[in-house]
């Protein structure tokens, strides 16, 4: 069964950097899609970023563009979300989740199987 693992969350001023982790453990990520979605209290789940198993293709809401790279490294069984210039709006508990080989709709949470439990981001003054 595969696990998901975030980390790298935390509380930081407007402007800041954060790097995030999902690591997998059990099983390899390889031949995974992984996303990367937020979601605040009493809002739905919002599909933020998404790369493709083979790491060839990604995709961003048009709130995060410019600001927020996904990466992967399989090697460390590890898919990264690279936050830059963070605002407030982007306050929210994030979670990676993982589907495997196919996908059609990669921001909608309704593709994927497996999901960590979430880390929070706060982006505050």
């Known amino acids: 069964q595969l696990q998901l693992v975030e980390s790298g969350g935390g509380l930081v001023q407007p402007g800041a950097s954060l790097r995030l982790s999902c690591v997998a453990q059990g099983y390899t990520l390889n031949f995974y899609n992984v996303g990367w979605f937020r979601q605040t209290p009493g809002k739905e789940r919002e599909g933020v970023s998404y790369i493709s198993s083979t790491g060839g293709s990604t995709d961003y809401v048009d709130s995060v563009k410019g600001r927020f790279t996904i990466s992967r490294d399989d090697a460390k069984n590890t898919v990264y979300l690279q936050m830059n210039s963070l605002k407030p709006e982007d306050t929210a508990v994030y979670y990676c989740?993982?589907?495997?080989?196919?996908?059609?709709?990669?921001?909608?949470?309704?593709?994927?199987?497996?999901w960590g439990q979430g880390t929070q981001v706060t982006v505050s003054s």
């Open positions: 989740a993982a589907k495997y080989w196919v996908i059609d709709a990669p921001l909608s949470e309704v593709e994927y199987d497996y």
